[in-house]
């Protein structure tokens, strides 16, 4: 009897055994099948007790793996769900009381984390999933920024930030970059001043890591990404990371953000853009670079030795010098001679002219100029008006006609009279030698003031009517009080040709009299018509 009990027991042990290791053998099938499932399974048992830590270094050997794409951006995100709980529950803060056996822990864990920020920092430079390592990056620092904080202490994780930041700018895209401005740059404060902060030794690196030109046009679309600076501090916009009620940081201050963001722009200029970066700097100098400056000044050496280069570079940084002029009573030494040599061939073609008559306009306003120094503008100009496009003397004329009812003094330029008979005797036996001297550099010495405006004579039998139209403002009598600048600017030989075009014609306009019978042969000698000027060069016989 107790032998038969016995052998059923043993009977039904090996029976759940037996069922034990089939459960076991179909799971592991299973997971074979779906990693995703095992990954899961994974992140579960870390959740459930301390005793199964360990799987963490499993999931990190599975996010490191490249083969499976699916599996490893999974596993990046079962690890960020696994440390956000862990950091929720304080399991990453050392606390008083604890054994050394929680201490060895906690210490453990701290190092598990920073090998997963380092995965997550290195699949941002990688061409995919770089938009799911931002979110799961962002996300550990802000809970890291949370839960290692307490009531009366403020600890931002500028170092993990910095990571974050110079990866984007040494090896990530232009689409990663543009989605870190839009999501976390562009919206919070202390982002965007620890981001500041971290890109200061990133670019004082020496030799730059990565090469000087890439490493500049990428730290400039960071920089660059704001079109109006925070006025007040109100204007800052939220934190990312929770700031302790009633503690005084300086990330809260709008003046040390400006201080940060103006190391920053210093210190990308430090890396010394070439011609086509230069010109993207001073695009954006007066609206989006110097307001970040707690002091302009800085900037002095960078725009004069643009303002000093020539070319479309000169008339770009224009704008930049004006405005430390005006901020900073910048005193440019001889500063209308170097506005004077802008004036050459190429200012009326550059598409850049709108903004430098803007700026122009601006700089001969003041009526205390010196009227010879006005008329050797006025002059200058008009001279270039005889080689330069339709579109650009429309907006001349209107500008000339300003200055004029600015400076009345230059008025003499207008119509000039032979006063005796002896000077009308010359004029009209020996013509007139101009006296405006073309070469001189220095528009106080030019003697354009005693020279004439025959160029505008010449403008109005121009071969666009529109220009010979504008130009005969200067022969009639100035009843305007002054003409509104951007009304021409813009104008350009599309809109130009387009005005003409959509005019309504009243009258059609007589194009031939007579049909002629030939246009390339001899007429008729009977005909008594002359033959045509074709027909006298050419023999088409």
Same mark, same amino acid.
């Given at each position: 009897?107790? %032998?038969?009990?016995?052998?059923?027991?043993?009977?039904?042990?090996?029976?759940?055994?037996?069922?034990?290791?089939?459960?076991?053998?179909?799971?592991?099938?299973?997971?074979?099948?779906?990693?995703?499932?095992?990954?899961?399974?994974?992140?579960?048992?870390?959740?459930?007790?301390?005793?199964?830590?360990?799987?963490?270094?499993?999931?990190?050997?599975?996010?490191?793996?490249?083969?499976?794409?699916?599996?490893?951006?999974?596993?990046?995100?079962?690890?960020?769900?696994? !440390?956000?709980?862990?950091?929720?529950?304080?399991?990453?803060?050392?606390?008083? %009381?604890?054994?050394?056996?929680?201490?060895?822990?906690?210490?453990? #864990?701290?190092?598990?984390?920073?090998?997963?920020?380092?995965?997550?920092?290195? $699949?941002?430079?990688?061409?995919?999933?770089?938009?799911?390592?931002?979110?799961?990056?962002?996300?550990?620092?802000?809970?890291?920024?949370?839960? @290692?904080?307490?009531?009366?202490?403020?600890?931002?994780?500028?170092?993990?930030?910095?990571?974050?930041?110079?990866?984007?700018?040494?090896? &990530?895209?232009?689409?990663?970059?543009?989605?870190?401005?839009?999501?976390?740059? %562009?919206?919070?404060?202390?982002?965007?001043?620890?981001?500041?902060?971290?890109?200061?030794?990133?670019?004082?690196?020496?030799?730059?890591?990565?090469?000087?030109?890439?490493? /500049?046009?990428?730290?400039?679309?960071?920089?660059?990404?704001?079109?109006? $600076?925070?006025?007040?501090?109100?204007?800052? &916009?939220?934190?990312?990371?929770?700031?302790?009620?009633?503690?005084?940081?300086?990330?809260?201050?709008?003046?040390?953000?400006?201080?940060?963001?103006?190391?920053?722009?210093?210190?990308?200029?430090?890396?010394?853009?070439?011609?086509?970066?230069?010109?993207? $700097?001073?695009?954006?100098?007066?609206?989006?670079?110097?307001?970040?400056?707690?002091?302009?000044?800085?900037?002095?050496?960078?725009?004069?030795?643009?303002?000093?280069?020539?070319?479309?570079?000169?008339?770009?940084?224009?704008?930049?010098?004006?405005? #430390?002029?005006?901020?900073?009573?910048?005193?440019?030494? *001889? !500063?209308?001679?170097?506005?004077?040599?802008?004036?050459?061939?190429?200012?009326?073609?550059?598409?850049?002219?709108?903004? !430098? !008559?803007?700026?122009?306009?601006?700089? #001969?306003?003041?009526?205390?100029?010196?009227?010879?120094?006005?008329?050797?503008?006025?002059?200058?100009?008009?001279?270039?008006? #005889?080689?330069?496009?339709?579109?650009?003397?429309?907006?001349?004329?209107?500008?000339?006609?300003?200055?004029?009812?600015?400076?009345?003094?230059?008025?003499?330029?207008?119509?000039?009279?032979?006063?005796?008979?002896?000077?009308?005797?010359?004029?009209?036996?020996? &013509?007139?030698?101009?006296? /405006?001297?073309?070469?001189?550099?220095?528009?106080?010495?030019?003697?354009?003031?005693?020279?004439? *405006?025959?160029?505008?004579?010449?403008?109005?039998?121009?071969?666009?009517?529109?220009?010979?139209?504008?130009?005969?403002?200067?022969?009639?009598?100035? @009843?305007?009080?002054?003409?509104?600048?951007?009304?021409?600017?813009?104008?350009?030989?599309?809109?130009?040709?387009?005005?003409?075009?959509?005019?309504?014609?009243?009258?059609?306009? $007589?194009?031939?009299?007579?049909?002629?019978?030939?246009?390339?042969?001899?007429?008729?000698?009977?005909?008594?018509?002359?033959?045509?000027?074709?027909?006298?060069?050419?023999?088409?016989?």
């Amino acid at each position: 009897m107790s %032998g038969k009990a016995g052998d059923e027991s043993l009977k039904r042990k090996r029976s759940k055994a037996s069922e034990k290791a089939n459960k076991r053998a179909k799971a592991e099938s299973s997971d074979e099948d779906d990693p995703q499932a095992d990954i899961l399974l994974l992140e579960n048992e870390i959740l459930e007790s301390k005793k199964n830590y360990n799987n963490i270094t499993t999931l990190l050997e599975l996010a490191q793996k490249d083969h499976d794409d699916d599996s490893t951006q999974l596993a990046l995100v079962s690890l960020c769900r696994v !440390f956000l709980r862990l950091l929720a529950s304080g399991s990453l803060s050392r606390r008083l %009381g604890q054994s050394e056996k929680d201490i060895v822990v906690v210490q453990w #864990l701290k190092q598990r984390l920073g090998e997963y920020k380092k995965i997550v920092v290195s $699949v941002l430079t990688q061409e995919e999933s770089t938009s799911t390592a931002l979110t799961l990056a962002m996300r550990i620092l802000q809970a890291e920024g949370q839960h @290692t904080n307490d009531n009366h202490d403020y600890n931002f994780p500028r170092g993990f930030l910095k990571e974050i930041v110079e990866a984007l700018v040494q090896d &990530g895209s232009k689409e990663i970059r543009q989605e870190f401005c839009e999501k976390f740059l %562009g919206e919070y404060a202390d982002i965007r001043f620890y981001t500041f902060m971290a890109l200061k030794p990133i670019l004082s690196v020496d030799p730059p890591p990565s090469p000087g030109e890439s490493l /500049f046009d990428n730290v400039f679309d960071l920089l660059s990404f704001f079109e109006d $600076v925070p006025a007040s501090k109100e204007d800052m &916009g939220e934190f990312y990371v929770e700031i302790p009620v009633k503690k005084s940081l300086p990330v809260t201050h709008l003046n040390q953000q400006k201080k940060q963001a103006q190391e920053a722009w210093l210190a990308l200029l430090n890396l010394g853009p070439n011609r086509d970066q230069r010109k993207k $700097v001073l695009q954006i100098m007066t609206k989006s670079i110097a307001p970040w400056f707690t002091k302009p000044e800085l900037l002095m050496d960078f725009l004069t030795d643009s303002y000093d280069s020539g070319g479309a570079i000169s008339l770009l940084a224009l704008s930049g010098v004006f405005y #430390l002029i005006q901020e900073r009573n910048l005193d440019y030494p *001889l !500063f209308y001679r170097k506005l004077y040599s802008l004036l050459d061939a190429n200012i009326l073609h550059s598409k850049h002219r709108s903004r !430098f !008559f803007r700026l122009l306009d601006t700089f #001969l306003s003041s009526t205390h100029l010196p009227a010879v120094l006005v008329a050797s503008f006025i002059k200058r100009i008009t001279r270039l008006c #005889l080689n330069a496009p339709p579109a650009a003397i429309v907006v001349v004329i209107p500008w000339i006609y300003n200055l004029f009812k600015k400076h009345p003094l230059c008025t003499f330029m207008m119509h000039r009279v032979p006063r005796t008979p002896e000077e009308k005797e010359a004029l009209e036996n020996e &013509g007139m030698a101009d006296p /405006f001297i073309a070469d001189e550099e220095d528009p106080m010495e030019t003697c354009a003031i005693d020279s004439c *405006l025959w160029e505008v004579v010449q403008l109005q039998s121009h071969y666009h009517p529109n220009v010979a139209t504008i130009a005969k403002i200067i022969s009639e009598q100035f @009843t305007k009080q002054s003409y509104n600048l951007e009304d021409f600017l813009d104008h350009s030989y599309s809109s130009l040709l387009d005005a003409e075009l959509s005019k309504q014609v009243k009258k059609a306009p $007589v194009v031939e009299f007579m049909i002629p019978k030939r246009v390339f042969l001899p007429q008729d000698p009977d005909s008594g018509v002359e033959d045509s000027l074709l027909a006298k060069l050419w023999d088409f016989q």
